[in-house]
């Protein structure tokens, strides 16, 4: 009996380790595999970013295609256009006194970029201040956002 649970424990190590070596060579894989356009495509969801964190919306939409379609979380309808993605997140932007974007990772393949990242909106209220987690999901098309989709993995309202 003790035979057999030394057999199990030891092949349960080999199989993490084994796991492990696995996970690490797909990182590797991820980035000796990119592409020049899916470079590229980092580039332009960076920049997004960039422009989110300079509380420029301008910036922002010039990533973006003018009918790119936005949705918010997992739990929200989507909104088509400039104009409606700016109604939604233009409160965000003026009643903010600093924006953080800290990406955390990002990946692309082919035209979809994926960024994990803690999005920071500092607010004088500080009942109003958010801290929101998750992983924003691009298409890029000619060169452009043409869809953004957030998923939200924590929200901290207010300040800790």
Not at 22 to 30: D, K, L, R
Not at 34 to 56: H, L, P, Q, S
Not at 125 to 139: P, Q, R, S
Request: hydrophobic share 40%.
């Amino acid at each position: 009996m003790t035979q057999r649970r030394d057999i199990l424990a030891a092949s349960g190590g080999l199989l993490a380790a084994f796991m492990a070596s696995g996970a690490n060579a797909q990182e590797q894989s991820i980035e000796t595999h990119i592409t020049d356009a899916e470079k590229a495509n980092i580039r332009i969801v960076d920049a997004f970013c960039e422009g989110w964190e300079a509380m420029n919306l301008a910036e922002v939409f010039a990533t973006m295609k003018e009918d790119a379609v936005y949705r918010q979380s997992q739990d929200t309808p989507p909104v088509t256009g400039h104009q409606a993605i700016s109604d939604l997140m233009k409160l965000w932007v003026d009643d903010s006194y600093r924006i953080d974007y800290i990406v955390e990772e990002t990946f692309a393949r082919g035209p979809v970029v994926i960024n994990r990242r803690i999005d920071i909106y500092h607010r004088n209220n500080a009942e109003d201040h958010l801290e929101w987690e998750g992983v924003g999901l691009f298409l890029i098309e000619d060169g452009l956002i043409r869809e953004w989709q957030d998923f939200t993995m924590r929200i901290q309202r207010g300040r800790a």
